[in-house]
């Protein structure tokens, strides 16, 4: 076993030498035995998965945000679906009864297309100002013009 | 059941279907050698072992990518010379401890152990081998225990032939002078 150069080696070491070369640590009994199983076992718990459950891990967000997008979709419909004849519509067909605009119940959408329809609404904020009227009480109410002039 | 050839073992190895029976060969055929060397390398048998499946799952993985133009022993017998040196370094670094102290640690679980069967002069042996530097120790270890040539040796630890005769010379000569020291105490 031992090759000649180990062996000029060990012509220093007399002690070394007279130490008789056997392997002193035992090994528990049928542990050979039992080892290639222990090393298979250990390879079989990291083998990848079958494609079928890697094809389902990789679906599994898509599958979520599809779920999310579909709960949306539904959610949506059934806020805009009509509820009910007695209530009135809006221009886009939309019923919003004025409880509903108190309790903050509506969506503010609804509520933009609901008062977009109602053209008397609109109407009833025209100012009944002259221009020389309007002149002398923006004057009069000492407003920065330049500010106002900027911002028209 | 007679050992196969690592060509026959390869060969086997590369169908899908004999790909669990070669590898379950392979394990048999080579494990008592390499657990020999993690053993003397590492002292405790429970580690040896841990060590010794890391090994043989790294040889699973790459067993694939294996040439066939080198020697399978000394393929196998580098990755168990990374993994015992991985170990060790773990074990440093898991106890923020330097070397002195893992060799203490070793020594005294060579003590304690009930799988050590060796005289007073094996144990003292024994401890002086874990007294060598790492590297060092493996080098000892593969000429000494194992008679590996010099050539095997440098394919396992990338090292030159050089560097080994004179790593293993120094490895010699020190673990005379702590036989030495020891005995005239």
Redesign the interface.
Known sequence: MMDPNATDVLKDAPLLRSIPQHDPFVVPDGFFDRFPQAVQARIAAQRPAPWSDRLAALLRPRVAIGSLALLAIVATTWTLWPSGASKGTSAFGVAVEPEEVLSAEVDDELLFAALASDGPLLDAVDLPLSDSELEAYLGNEELPLDLLIEEL | MSDLTDTELLTLFRKEDTR?YA??LL??QY??RL??FV??MVTD?DEA?DV??NT??KV?TGLDSFRADAQLYSWLYRIAYNECLNHLRKMKRGLFVNNDTVIEQLTTTLDKS??????E???K??QAVMRLPDKQRAVFTM???D?M??EDMSGVTGTSIGAL?SS??IA??K??GW??TD?TK
């Open positions: 669990h590898f379950n394990v048999r494990q008592r657990y020999a053993r003397r048998h072992q010794l499946q043989f799952v699973w009930e799988h050590f069967s060796g005289d002069i094996q144990k042996l024994q000429k000494y225990f008679g040539k010099y005769k293993y010379h010699v000569k673990i005379e036989l030495t005995q």
